[in-house]
Nanobody, 125 residues
Framework: QVQLVESGGGLVQAGGSLRLSCAASGRTFSSYAMGWFRQAPGKEREFVGAISWSGVVRNYADSVKGRFTISRDNAKNTVYLQMNSLKPVDTAVYYC??????????????????WGQGTQVTVSS
C-alpha cells in the first residue's frame, strides 16, 4: 500500500514557476514508477509526465516538454514536478500516481494503482 500526498500548488502569474512535491508513505516507494496527471475544469484528466523507479527513464506530454521536469528522491520518498514558463492553460488540479511496474512510464491512468488527492495550480494571465 502506498499513500501519496501532493503539495506545492498555488496561484502564479503566466511565465512563472512552481514546484510540486508528492510525498509517499511505504517502504516500497523506490520500486514504483511515478506519474503526474492533471485535470482542468470541465476536462478529462490527462497525462503530464512520468518517471521510472530509478529516475533514468522519463516521459512527458508534448504540451509540457521543455517546460516541466520530473525528478525523484527515493531517500526522501518524494517525487517532484518542476513547472517553468507556466501558461494559463496549465491551470488544473495536479495529481501524482504510483505504478508498481517500476520500469514503466505509462501515459494511461489505468496503469497506476495509487493516487494522491491532488493540488490546485492556477496560472493567471
Amino acid at each position: 500500500q502506498v499513500q501519496l500526498v501532493e503539495s506545492g500548488g498555488g496561484l502564479v502569474q503566466a511565465g512563472g514557476s512552481l514546484r510540486l512535491s508528492c510525498a509517499a508513505s511505504g517502504r516500497t516507494f523506490s520500486s514504483y514508477a511515478m506519474g503526474w496527471f492533471r485535470q482542468a475544469p470541465g476536462k478529462e484528466r490527462e497525462f503530464v509526465g512520468a518517471i521510472s523507479w530509478s529516475g533514468v527513464v522519463r516521459n512527458y506530454a508534448d504540451s509540457v516538454k521543455g517546460r516541466f521536469t520530473i525528478s525523484r528522491d527515493n531517500a526522501k520518498n518524494t517525487v517532484y514536478l518542476q513547472m517553468n514558463s507556466l501558461k494559463p492553460v496549465d491551470t488544473a488540479v495536479y495529481y501524482c500516481a504510483a505504478d508498481r511496474r517500476g520500469t514503466g512510464v505509462d501515459v494511461q491512468e489505468r496503469a497506476y494503482e495509487y493516487w494522491g488527492q491532488g493540488t490546485q495550480v492556477t496560472v493567471s494571465s
